[in-house]
């Protein structure tokens, strides 16, 4: 019986320590992987605090006229457009 026993826990022993390797291994890529998604949702969260600073920005300025902006926006698309087919101000189209 005790030859048995000895045998058992050489193979045990060995694949223990084959076992706990693989499991360092498999921790380490899980924290390469976690480092990583850490990383893109630092990027995502820089990328929205900036665009709401700019937001911060247009609503708080004095004398700031934001409607006179998005009409100034549609303006500019209205001229880009122009050339490529349908004018987005249809009554205005049909005069000329």
Do not use: C
């Amino acid at each position: 019986m005790i030859p048995i026993v000895a045998i058992v826990m050489v193979f045990g022993t060995g694949m223990f320590s084959i076992w706990t390797k693989h499991q360092a291994k498999m921790m380490d890529k899980q924290a390469d992987v976690t480092a990583e998604k850490a990383a893109q949702y630092a990027s995502n969260v820089s990328k929205l605090e900036d665009r709401v600073r700019v937001l911060e920005r247009i609503v708080t300025d004095k004398g700031y006229d934001v409607a006179t902006q998005i009409e100034a926006l549609r303006d500019e698309r209205r001229v880009e457009e122009q050339g490529a087919g349908v004018p987005l101000d249809i009554k205005n189209s049909e005069r000329a």
